[in-house]
């Protein structure tokens, strides 16, 4: 809810939980304590997922799968505004130690052959998120397993048909990209 309403009030937050705003107030002082609860849960979420993907020392397709299954979990679970969210310095400075983890992790993976290697820097660390994110919330209809199978095959692989043309192919006078079997290009 208040990922779609960040303004939400303590009372519409208590009804889509199903209790009584009053319940609300008897733990939380106030609407940005309430937040601030969410905001450290979600964070916590983030710790254990890449914690329990074990990043640094499981093979990287399989820690890789275990990652962006979990975070899926968590964005499902936790869907919050991230701006209002990092407003909190503790928080973004455990967020961006998360980053940190993951950044490192795709290092290693690049190191081991996982992930072309040609790509600009920070490229992997861009994408990723933004795919988890996607099967996330637009293909929320896919339980996580299955939404981290679709992510990670993506992100390994692609969306493009196999044998076609590198990235590295140049455009035909046309503009058109080269045929597969064009070696003329």
Known sequence: MLAADPGASVASIAAEA?????????????????????????????????????????????????????????NRTWPVDLARMLADDTISRRRDACIAEVDTFLCRATD????????????AGTLLPELVNLASHEQAHLDPGRAADLVVDT????????????????????GRPPDPGDSAA
Do not use: Q
Request: net charge positive; hydrophobic share 40%; charged share 30%.
């Open 18 to 74: 199903g209790v009584d705003r009053r319940t609300v107030y008897r733990r939380f002082a106030c609407r940005e304590e309430l937040l601030a609860a969410i905001h450290e849960s979600r964070v916590s979420a983030i710790e254990r997922a890449i914690e329990g993907a074990r990043l640094r020392e499981a093979p990287v397709a399989v820690a890789l799968h275990r990652y962006v299954e979990r975070i899926i979990v968590v």
């Open 112 to 123: 081991e052959g996982l992930l072309r290697g040609n790509r600009p820097e920070g490229w």
């Open 155 to 174: 992100f390994l692989r692609g969306v493009g048909a196999s044998g076609g043309p590198s990235p590295e192919s140049p455009p035909r006078d046309d």
